[in-house]
């Protein structure tokens, strides 16, 4: 395999993954680093790369300061109700005291942002949300990052962390591939910043066959933040908190502007309202301090959108499904129907094609909603992620060492998905995580911690190895047999990823259980999974480098998936019952697990630890009724 | 599918392969043209059918559940700085036309050159501040926002 090798030295800030996390990051190091070399190595290509990749209709996270609507610590009021507790509130009010001012910046780029004319301010979908003309967003933030990167390398997947031969536990660099050429891409960086997504596609999804790809997140998002990190040996912190979204049903299409601003709402097959009805049924599972129907109405504190899941499932097991959106009343508006036809070309264009091909007119006819398999990620309504010091003038001690961003490997950060018990950050938040860690990564260089960093060529060979395994197993093994997918040395990426997607539905709490899952069923997914990544290893065959990236997006989701299921096992209750259910410890226990769940697995030994870790409370409890919205 | 090629539109330019975020259009080496290699990775995010200078590229909806006969067109006019959409439902009674912006600005101009920005100081290096803040979070001379200005402080940590 005649595939050059092409280093790229004296890095200062490695961006890895240029979503929106990544393109914050890159924007923000060229101002507090100016001399500093910025480089982004990116699977796709950053113009469209990412979950923004299609567009955005809203921003999910904006305060209002300029306007006087909301502050910082009343989103984390919001974050904390909806994750039922658990949400890092000094993450995540760093990030909404700054998030404004990304916010502002898109604008200033030529983002196009409504506005509501009465009050001059944004057009707010909902007290979080404001309604863009985003179809060029992603186009928009990568334009601001590629002026600011001193390189920018697209179509490289980033398989591995480099680490410091020189001193434990730092970061030196990444490598990975170039998905084109098939060379192999070495960067020694003083600093590396994961902004490298979530995962989809680790749970079965209820598409199937051709459409396999119609997921809600991107098919792309590969776990590939997760995988990086863990095998880096970061901690890793809430990855049992996986999320189950209630969205149209077959398309994926959001539902976010269609409850909030256009005001629609759902009921049962028999055309009744049915959340209400579980309420006490659920309060009783999960106690009043985290539903509390009556408080909700007085003060329109949010119930937890896991819980409203609950009631969705719940209904639709008692047999009165289909559930469905009653859009029949907004949408004899003319304005409103443009705005939600508008809100899925903007983002889920899937959707207006579905409801083209089977004529459904929202006009006319009230579409079906369903929940989804299960997503890990650490950006959307969710916290899955790295375990990541604070900002020092508002951290704990236990959580800040350091570094704002900075995880527990140092001299390695995260944005977005990246980052674990920041929930509710979304495309502004994640855009906002990214400048916070770039301005951390420079003064971490500033202040002469990533000085006498070594890495060998050894470790440079070895991965080198292990990274074209899969094209070498395909080109010894495929000729024994006459011809087709099957042979007894190997699988492809797409049956292995279909052997994943199948275990981890079953054992781990898909929706072909009804996400339900025990102690037992666990510990047999583990022991499968084990299987899968041992087949990994010695039989993994990729025709060519397309399928060479496959492999690697599946390596790193058979890593996050094993993480989802060692977090899943440790934490014995059911904390967000509508996202997961543990049958064997069905209520919320706050007695036993009001508290971070953290893990680390060992490099050498792949062993897990897990540890659990004190929740602080920054912000108190006293919710004003929403201004905004 | 659900993204395909027509034959005859294409002449292999290949800007929708460099586009695809899923990696997955590619030029058929014989033909000399794009094709979808992996339809079931695909998004349906239309940014190969945007990105095609011969319009080239459609979609049909996912054979899992949408039936044939319907179409969704797209057209992004970067200079305008305006997209525009084509919606026809398969029985016919519904054709749609939408617009929307994509851009306030001439495609470029917004962005700020860093490095001809004025040097941070070293207070800002020391404090939380990013670029451009605390203006740009409420357009006045304020601080940033901190525990003790949101007349918070600091709760214990509690395990269980
Ligand atoms: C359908 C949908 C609707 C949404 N709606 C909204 C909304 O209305 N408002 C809102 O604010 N947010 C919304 N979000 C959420 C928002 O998009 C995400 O929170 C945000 O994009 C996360 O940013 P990120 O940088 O962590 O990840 P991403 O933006 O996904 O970026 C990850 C990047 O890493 C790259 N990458 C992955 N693996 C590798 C690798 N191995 N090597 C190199 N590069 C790699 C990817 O190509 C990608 O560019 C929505 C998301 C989806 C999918
Ligand atoms: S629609 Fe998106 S995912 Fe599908 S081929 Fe085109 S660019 Fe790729
Ligand atoms: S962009 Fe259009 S014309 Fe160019 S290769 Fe792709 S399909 Fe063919």
Redesign the interface.
């Known amino acids: 395999m005649g595939y050059k090798t092409i280093v790229e030295d004296n890095i200062d800030v490695l961006v890895v993954g240029a979503g929106l996390g990544g393109t914050g990051a890159a924007?923000?190091a060229?101002?507090?680093g100016?001399d500093k070399k910025i480089v982004i190595a990116e699977k796709?290509?950053i113009?469209?790369?990412?979950a923004v990749?299609?567009g955005l209709y809203a921003i999910n996270c904006y305060m209002g300061?300029?306007f006087g609507e909301n502050?910082?610590?009343d989103h984390v009021r919001y974050a904390r109700i909806d994750l039922m507790g658990m949400v890092r509130e000094d993450l995540a009010?760093?990030m909404a005291?700054?998030v404004?001012?990304a916010v502002?910046?898109f604008?200033?780029?030529?983002?196009?942002i409504m506005r509501n004319k009465k009050k001059g301010s944004y057009q707010r979908e909902g007290r979080w949300q404001i309604m863009i003309?985003g179809?060029?967003y992603k186009p928009?933030v990568a334009?601001?990052a590629k002026?600011?990167a001193d390189k920018v390398y697209n179509?490289i997947c980033v398989t591995h962390l480099l680490l410091d031969e020189a001193k434990e536990n730092r970061i030196a660099g990444a490598v990975g591939f170039n998905?084109r050429t098939g060379n192999y891409h070495v960067f020694k960086s003083k600093t590396v910043i994961v902004g490298a997504g979530g995962a989809s596609n680790i749970f079965k999804p209820r598409?199937?066959?051709?459409?396999?790809?119609?997921?809600w997140y991107?098919?792309?998002s590969s776990g590939s933040a997760y995988g990086l990190m863990i095998d880096a040996g970061a901690k890793m912190t809430q990855m049992e908190n996986r999320i189950v979204l209630a969205r149209f049903k077959?398309g994926y299409g959001p539902v976010g502007a269609y409850f909030l601003h256009l005001k629609t709402y759902t009921q049962n097959g028999l055309g009744e309202k049915y959340e209400e009805k579980w309420w006490p049924q659920l309060q009783e599972m999960v106690g009043k301090e985290y539903l509390d129907p009556e408080a909700s109405h007085l003060t329109h504190r949010p119930i937890p959108t896991c819980l409203r899941n609950h009631a969705l499932i719940s209904e639709v097991n008692a047999g009165r499904g289909p559930i469905h959106m009653v859009t029949m009343e907004a949408f004899q508006d003319p304005h409103l129907e443009?705005i939600g036809?508008?809100n899925f070309?903007?983002m889920t264009?899937?959707q207006?094609?579905?409801w083209?091909?089977?004529?459904v007119?929202p006009k006319y006819e009230n579409p079906e909603l369903t929940t989804s398999e299960p997503y890990v990620m650490g950006s959307h309504a969710t916290g899955c992620g790295g375990w990541a010091s604070g900002?020092e003038?508002?951290s704990?001690p236990?959580y800040f060492w350091g570094y704002n961003r900075m995880m527990t490997v140092e001299g390695l950060f995260g944005a977005g998905d990246a980052i674990g018990g920041t929930p509710h950050a979304f495309s502004s938040g994640s855009f906002t995580e990214g400048?916070?860690a770039a301005?951390a990564a420079c003064?971490y260089i500033?202040d002469g911690k990533a000085e006498g960093i070594r890495v060998s060529d050894r470790q440079i060979e070895e991965l080198r190895e292990k990274i074209y395994k899969p094209l070498e197993t395909y080109r010894v093994y495929s000729n024994e047999v006459v011809a087709g997918t099957v042979n007894p040395n190997f699988i492809n990426p797409r049956q292995g990823l279909d052997r994943l997607q199948k275990l981890m539905d079953e054992y781990c709490g898909g929706f072909g259980v009804n996400y339900m899952t025990n102690g037992n069923l666990l510990k047999i997914g583990l022991k499968k999974l084990k299987w899968l990544e041992e087949d990994w290893h010695n039989g993994m065959g990729a025709a060519d480098i397309?399928e060479l990236?496959?492999a690697w997006e599946l390596y790193h989701r058979i890593r996050t998936s094993e993480c989802v299921f060692q977090h899943t096992l440790f934490r014995e209750e059911t904390r967000w019952p509508g996202y997961y259910y543990r049958g064997d410890f069905m209520k919320l226990d706050?007695?036993?697990?009001?508290?971070l769940t953290v893990s680390r697995r060992d490099r050498k030994t792949g062993q897990y630890t897990m540890e659990?870790a004190?929740?602080?409370?920054?912000?108190?409890d006293k919710e004003k009724t929403a201004k905004a919205g | 599918?659900?993204t395909f090629v027509y034959m005859t539109r294409c002449d292999g330019c290949g800007q929708c392969v460099?586009?695809?975020?899923?990696?997955?259009m590619?030029i058929d080496k014989s033909l000399r043209r794009a094709y979808n290699?992996?339809?079931?990775?695909?998004?349906?995010?239309?940014?190969c059918v945007k990105a095609c200078p011969h319009h080239a590229i459609d979609?049909r909806?996912?054979?899992?559940?949408?039936?044939?006969?319907?179409?969704?067109r797209?057209h992004?006019d970067e200079e305008k700085g305006i997209?525009s959409?084509r919606?026809?439902?398969?029985?016919g009674?519904?054709d749609?036309d939408?617009v929307?912006?994509?851009?306030?600005?001439p495609?470029?101009?917004?962005?700020p050159?860093?490095?001809a920005?004025p040097?941070?100081s070293k207070e800002m290096?020391a404090s939380?501040l990013?670029?451009?803040?605390?203006k740009?979070?409420?357009?006045d001379d304020g601080d940033?926002?901190?525990?003790k200005s949101?007349g918070?402080s600091?709760?214990?940590?509690?395990?269980?």
């Open positions: 924007f923000e060229r101002y507090w100016r796709a290509n113009d469209r790369s990412g990749a299609q300061a300029r502050n910082p610590e009010f760093d005291r700054h404004d001012s502002h910046q604008e200033e780029w030529g983002l196009p003309h179809e060029s928009i334009e601001a002026r600011s179509r998905v598409s199937v066959g051709e459409g396999a790809g119609r997921v991107a098919p792309w077959d443009e036809w508008h070309l903007g264009v899937g207006a094609v579905l083209a091909a089977t004529n007119d900002p003038d508002v704990p236990e400048r916070l301005k003064k500033d397309h990236l496959r706050d007695k036993n697990w009001h508290c659990k004190p929740l602080y409370h920054l912000v108190d | 599918m659900p460099d586009i695809c975020p899923s990696d997955i590619h290699i992996e339809p079931n990775m695909c998004w349906e995010c239309y940014s979609v909806g996912y054979a899992d559940f949408a039936p044939l006969g319907h179409s969704v797209v992004r997209i959409w919606i026809k439902f398969r029985n009674k519904k749609m939408l929307a912006p994509i851009t306030t600005k495609w470029g101009t917004g962005f050159d860093l490095k920005e040097a941070p290096r939380q990013l670029y451009k803040e605390p740009y979070i409420r357009m940033i926002r901190t525990l949101a918070l600091l709760k214990a940590g509690v395990y269980y």
